[in-house]
T-cell receptor, first 112, second 110 residues
Framework: EADIYQTPRYLVIGTGKKITLECSQTMGHDKMYWYQQDPGMELHLIHYSYGVNSTEKGDLSSESTVSRIRTEHFPLTLESARPSHTSQYLC???????????FGSGTRLTVV | KNEVEQSPQNLTAQEGEFITINCSYSVGISALHWLQQHPGGGIVSLFMLSSGKKKHGRLIATINIQEKHSSLHITASHPRDSAVYICAGRKGGATNKLIFGTGTLLAVQP
């Protein structure tokens, strides 16, 4: 039973379009993360948040932006999608006290 | 050198076999996570280890802090265990970012 939800699950979109990938969690977790994963490759952190109004860029440079207006919601936006953005995007969260991470099912994005 | 390295990259086993996946990590990693990723892409957190050994069903994870090495074992493997198993090291400090290994693609054949 998923406690962290990502939508859409799959998205095919044209170059230049603006898109927002949604991530919501119902666990009240403070910390949330966005990871990018190319096929057959490891995950790389692109954004993270410690809590409301706190966002930071991750290790991998990304043209995407994020916001954290509510604890449960951490959307990722691409203002102008390009084929190089084709990848899988995974959202994760963890609470301050819990060592484990909870991952969403991911959004597989294809930009044509 | 990657901060988290896994081996093997690919593993094929027959149903019932005992499976071991290894992970080595570098200084600065405060805890080790084992994750399972199925073909659909979703990831499930299996274990978090900072010392010792943990067991859940047929899965066993161990960690040796001195050697900076962790192993994931699957006993009596089954085709439904087929997935990518990912080792991820958690960096210390406020961020607690995960550094991921490249994963081990496991295929268990009936």
């Amino acid at each position: 039973e998923a406690d962290i939800y990502q939508t859409p699950r799959y998205l095919v979109i044209g170059t230049g379009k603006k898109i927002t990938l949604e991530c919501s969690q119902t666990m009240g977790h403070d910390k949330m993360y966005w990871y990018q994963q190319d096929p057959g490759m490891e995950l790389h952190l692109i954004h993270y948040s410690y809590g409301v109004n706190s966002t930071e860029k991750g290790d991998l440079s990304s043209e995407s932006t994020v916001s954290r207006i509510r604890t449960e919601h951490f959307p990722l936006t691409l203002e102008s999608a390009r084929p190089s953005h084709t990848s899988q995007y995974l959202c994760a969260s963890r609470s301050r006290d819990f060592d484990g991470y909870t991952f969403g099912s991911g959004t597989r994005l294809t930009v044509v | 050198k990657n901060e988290v390295e896994q081996s093997p990259q690919n593993l094929t086993a027959q149903e019932g076999e005992f499976i071991t996946i290894n992970c080595s990590y570098s200084v600065g990693i405060s805890a080790l996570h084992w994750l399972q990723q199925h073909p659909g892409g979703g990831i499930v957190s299996l274990f978090m280890l900072s010392s010792g050994k943990k067991k859940h069903g047929r899965l066993i994870a161990t960690i040796n802090i001195q050697e900076k090495h962790s192993s994931l074992h699957i006993t009596a493997s089954h085709p439904r265990d087929s997935a990518v198993y990912i080792c991820a090291g958690r960096k210390g400090g406020a961020t607690n970012k995960l550094i991921f290994g490249t994963g081990t693609l496991l295929a268990v054949q009936p």
